[in-house]
Protein backbone atom coordinates (compact mmCIF):
# COMPACT_ATOMS: atom_id res chain seq x y z
CA UNK A 1 0.00 0.00 0.00
CA UNK A 2 1.14 3.33 -0.78
CA UNK A 3 1.68 5.35 2.77
CA UNK A 4 3.43 8.34 4.27
CA UNK A 5 4.44 7.62 7.78
CA UNK A 6 5.55 10.67 10.10
CA UNK A 7 6.24 8.67 13.47
CA UNK A 8 6.37 11.80 15.74
CA UNK A 9 3.15 13.61 16.90
CA UNK A 10 5.55 16.71 18.12
CA UNK A 11 8.85 18.04 18.09
CA UNK A 12 10.38 20.58 20.36
CA UNK A 13 13.21 22.24 19.89
CA UNK A 14 14.90 25.24 21.52
CA UNK A 15 14.98 28.36 19.27
CA UNK A 16 18.62 28.66 17.51
CA UNK A 17 18.85 24.80 17.47
CA UNK A 18 18.31 22.97 14.21
CA UNK A 19 15.41 20.87 13.93
CA UNK A 20 14.46 17.34 12.22
CA UNK A 21 11.08 16.57 11.43
CA UNK A 22 11.13 12.77 10.56
CA UNK A 23 9.14 11.22 6.90
CA UNK A 24 8.96 7.98 5.57
CA UNK A 25 7.00 6.60 2.54
CA UNK A 26 5.65 3.32 0.45
CA UNK A 27 5.42 4.12 -3.08
CA UNK A 28 6.19 1.89 -6.30
CA UNK A 29 8.37 4.03 -8.54
CA UNK A 30 10.34 6.87 -8.44
CA UNK A 31 8.82 8.49 -5.25
CA UNK A 32 7.86 12.83 -6.00
CA UNK A 33 7.82 14.13 -2.02
CA UNK A 34 6.59 16.99 -0.94
CA UNK A 35 6.95 19.26 2.37
CA UNK A 36 3.89 21.68 3.49
CA UNK A 37 3.60 23.77 6.69
CA UNK A 38 -0.11 24.88 8.03
CA UNK A 39 -0.11 27.43 10.20
CA UNK A 40 -3.53 27.94 12.50
CA UNK A 41 -6.71 28.63 10.34
CA UNK A 42 -4.50 28.72 7.43
CA UNK A 43 -4.51 26.87 4.16
CA UNK A 44 -1.33 24.22 3.85
CA UNK A 45 1.61 26.21 2.23
CA UNK A 46 4.29 24.35 0.04
CA UNK A 47 7.62 24.41 1.40
CA UNK A 48 9.93 22.11 -0.73
CA UNK A 49 9.49 19.10 -3.22
CA UNK A 50 11.79 16.49 -4.47
CA UNK A 51 11.17 15.13 -7.51
CA UNK A 52 14.73 13.96 -9.03
CA UNK A 53 17.98 14.83 -9.29
CA UNK A 54 20.30 15.86 -6.10
CA UNK A 55 19.26 14.75 -3.09
CA UNK A 56 19.87 17.61 -1.10
CA UNK A 57 16.69 19.89 -1.48
CA UNK A 58 16.55 23.40 -0.28
CA UNK A 59 13.30 25.03 0.16
CA UNK A 60 11.36 27.96 1.63
CA UNK A 61 12.21 29.91 4.66
CA UNK A 62 15.66 28.24 5.00
CA UNK A 63 13.86 24.55 5.47
CA UNK A 64 15.85 22.04 3.22
CA UNK A 65 15.15 18.12 3.09
CA UNK A 66 17.06 15.18 2.21
CA UNK A 67 16.10 12.20 0.42
CA UNK A 68 17.48 8.69 0.89
CA UNK A 69 15.95 6.00 -1.07
CA UNK A 70 17.43 3.03 0.55
CA UNK A 71 16.29 3.93 3.91
CA UNK A 72 12.57 5.60 1.91
CA UNK A 73 13.16 8.83 4.10
CA UNK A 74 12.14 12.43 3.22
CA UNK A 75 13.67 14.12 6.76
CA UNK A 76 12.60 17.86 7.13
CA UNK A 77 15.63 20.25 8.29
CA UNK A 78 16.73 23.33 9.81
CA UNK A 79 19.81 24.51 10.61
CA UNK A 80 18.89 27.04 13.50
CA UNK A 81 14.95 27.12 14.54
CA UNK A 82 13.41 30.18 14.65
CA UNK A 83 10.26 30.04 17.02
CA UNK A 84 7.84 31.68 13.90
CA UNK A 85 8.69 27.66 12.45
CA UNK A 86 6.05 26.64 15.11
CA UNK A 87 3.63 25.12 13.17
CA UNK A 88 2.02 21.41 12.00
CA UNK A 89 4.42 20.10 9.11
CA UNK A 90 3.01 17.51 6.59
CA UNK A 91 5.21 15.21 4.43
CA UNK A 92 3.58 13.96 1.33
CA UNK A 93 4.24 12.12 -1.53
CA UNK A 94 2.31 11.55 -4.98
CA UNK A 95 0.43 8.18 -5.52
CA UNK A 96 1.35 5.91 -8.46
CA UNK A 97 -1.49 5.25 -10.51
CA UNK A 98 -2.96 1.79 -9.88
CA UNK A 99 -3.20 1.23 -13.61
CA UNK A 100 -0.25 1.12 -16.04
CA UNK A 101 -1.18 4.54 -18.08
CA UNK A 102 -3.72 5.32 -15.41
CA UNK A 103 -3.63 9.05 -14.67
CA UNK A 104 -3.46 10.57 -10.97
CA UNK A 105 -1.59 13.76 -9.46
CA UNK A 106 -3.34 12.55 -5.96
CA UNK A 107 -0.92 13.29 -2.87
CA UNK A 108 -0.79 11.05 -0.23
CA UNK A 109 -0.58 12.63 3.52
CA UNK A 110 0.97 12.09 6.86
CA UNK A 111 -0.94 12.76 9.88
CA UNK A 112 1.34 15.56 10.39
CA UNK A 113 4.02 16.77 13.21
CA UNK A 114 3.78 19.69 15.24
CA UNK A 115 6.95 21.55 15.24
CA UNK A 116 7.43 23.85 18.56
CA UNK A 117 9.83 25.90 18.73
CA UNK A 118 10.59 27.59 22.24
CA UNK A 119 12.02 31.18 22.70
CA UNK B 1 -1.36 37.23 -7.57
CA UNK B 2 -4.56 35.82 -6.37
CA UNK B 3 -4.16 32.23 -4.67
CA UNK B 4 -6.96 29.52 -4.32
CA UNK B 5 -10.34 30.85 -3.13
CA UNK B 6 -12.75 28.91 -1.21
CA UNK B 7 -16.33 30.01 0.01
CA UNK B 8 -18.06 29.48 2.37
CA UNK B 9 -14.73 29.46 4.53
CA UNK B 10 -17.10 28.34 7.20
CA UNK B 11 -20.28 26.19 6.45
CA UNK B 12 -22.98 24.40 9.52
CA UNK B 13 -25.93 22.76 8.40
CA UNK B 14 -28.51 19.96 9.89
CA UNK B 15 -28.14 16.27 9.16
CA UNK B 16 -29.63 15.47 5.61
CA UNK B 17 -29.04 18.46 4.24
CA UNK B 18 -27.35 19.24 0.67
CA UNK B 19 -24.25 21.54 0.59
CA UNK B 20 -22.51 23.00 -2.37
CA UNK B 21 -18.65 24.01 -1.44
CA UNK B 22 -16.53 26.28 -4.25
CA UNK B 23 -13.14 26.45 -4.88
CA UNK B 24 -11.66 29.13 -7.32
CA UNK B 25 -8.55 27.79 -8.43
CA UNK B 26 -5.22 30.48 -9.67
CA UNK B 27 -6.08 31.28 -12.66
CA UNK B 28 -4.21 29.39 -15.78
CA UNK B 29 -3.73 26.01 -13.23
CA UNK B 30 -5.52 23.16 -15.45
CA UNK B 31 -5.11 20.77 -12.60
CA UNK B 32 -7.49 20.61 -9.33
CA UNK B 33 -8.08 18.81 -6.33
CA UNK B 34 -10.37 18.18 -3.94
CA UNK B 35 -9.24 17.19 -0.71
CA UNK B 36 -10.87 16.50 3.19
CA UNK B 37 -8.86 16.70 6.07
CA UNK B 38 -10.52 15.40 9.86
CA UNK B 39 -9.19 16.64 12.99
CA UNK B 40 -5.76 15.17 13.41
CA UNK B 41 -5.73 13.98 10.24
CA UNK B 42 -3.83 14.97 7.13
CA UNK B 43 -5.60 15.78 4.28
CA UNK B 44 -7.02 13.23 2.61
CA UNK B 45 -7.47 13.28 -1.57
CA UNK B 46 -10.89 13.23 -2.80
CA UNK B 47 -10.69 13.95 -6.40
CA UNK B 48 -9.00 15.28 -8.77
CA UNK B 49 -10.25 17.13 -12.13
CA UNK B 50 -7.30 18.16 -15.58
CA UNK B 51 -9.57 20.64 -17.16
CA UNK B 52 -13.10 19.80 -17.43
CA UNK B 53 -13.01 16.36 -16.51
CA UNK B 54 -12.28 14.41 -13.37
CA UNK B 55 -9.26 12.28 -14.03
CA UNK B 56 -9.01 10.87 -10.60
CA UNK B 57 -12.30 10.45 -8.26
CA UNK B 58 -11.21 6.95 -6.44
CA UNK B 59 -11.55 8.98 -3.66
CA UNK B 60 -14.90 10.03 -3.14
CA UNK B 61 -16.06 8.05 0.19
CA UNK B 62 -20.02 7.25 -1.92
CA UNK B 63 -21.97 8.17 -4.26
CA UNK B 64 -23.35 11.74 -1.72
CA UNK B 65 -20.37 13.34 -2.88
CA UNK B 66 -19.89 14.66 -6.67
CA UNK B 67 -17.74 17.24 -8.28
CA UNK B 68 -18.20 19.52 -11.12
CA UNK B 69 -15.42 21.90 -13.06
CA UNK B 70 -17.74 22.75 -16.25
CA UNK B 71 -15.57 25.30 -17.75
CA UNK B 72 -12.32 23.88 -16.94
CA UNK B 73 -12.27 27.02 -13.85
CA UNK B 74 -14.22 27.09 -10.97
CA UNK B 75 -15.49 23.65 -9.27
CA UNK B 76 -17.71 22.62 -7.11
CA UNK B 77 -18.43 20.19 -4.48
CA UNK B 78 -21.64 18.54 -3.66
CA UNK B 79 -22.39 16.53 -0.84
CA UNK B 80 -26.18 15.10 -0.43
CA UNK B 81 -28.04 13.99 2.77
CA UNK B 82 -24.81 15.09 4.74
CA UNK B 83 -24.11 13.09 7.88
CA UNK B 84 -22.38 13.82 10.77
CA UNK B 85 -19.29 12.05 9.90
CA UNK B 86 -19.00 14.61 6.39
CA UNK B 87 -17.69 17.30 9.41
CA UNK B 88 -14.50 18.51 8.08
CA UNK B 89 -12.41 21.09 6.78
CA UNK B 90 -12.49 20.37 2.85
CA UNK B 91 -9.49 21.85 0.81
CA UNK B 92 -8.97 22.93 -2.53
CA UNK B 93 -6.14 23.05 -4.83
CA UNK B 94 -4.55 23.86 -8.34
CA UNK B 95 -1.94 23.17 -9.95
CA UNK B 96 -0.10 23.63 -13.24
CA UNK B 97 0.30 20.31 -15.52
CA UNK B 98 2.89 20.25 -18.10
CA UNK B 99 2.62 16.21 -18.69
CA UNK B 100 5.59 13.92 -18.54
CA UNK B 101 7.22 11.33 -16.41
CA UNK B 102 9.56 13.78 -14.87
CA UNK B 103 7.44 16.73 -14.21
CA UNK B 104 4.96 17.37 -11.69
CA UNK B 105 4.39 20.72 -9.94
CA UNK B 106 3.50 21.40 -6.57
CA UNK B 107 -0.05 22.46 -5.50
CA UNK B 108 -1.41 25.13 -4.13
CA UNK B 109 -4.12 25.00 -1.73
CA UNK B 110 -6.64 27.31 -0.89
CA UNK B 111 -7.92 28.14 3.03
CA UNK B 112 -10.71 25.65 3.00
CA UNK B 113 -14.33 25.48 3.91
CA UNK B 114 -14.97 23.92 7.67
CA UNK B 115 -18.28 22.05 7.13
CA UNK B 116 -20.01 21.46 10.72
CA UNK B 117 -23.07 18.71 10.04
CA UNK B 118 -25.32 18.91 13.19
Known amino acids: AQSVAQPEDQVNVAEGNPLTVKCTYSVSGNPYLFWYVQYPNRGLQFLLKYITGDNLVKGSYGFEAEFNKSQTSFHLKKPSALVSDSALYFCAVRATPMNYGGATNKLIFGTGTLLAVQP | GAGVSQTPSNKVTEKGKYVELRCDPI?????LYWYRQSLGQGPEFLIYFQGTGAADDSGLPNDRFFAVRPEGSVSTLKIQRTERGDSAVYLC????????????????FGPGTRLTVL
Open chain 2, 93 to 108: ASSLYRGGPSSYNEQF
Open chain 2, 27 to 31: SGHTA
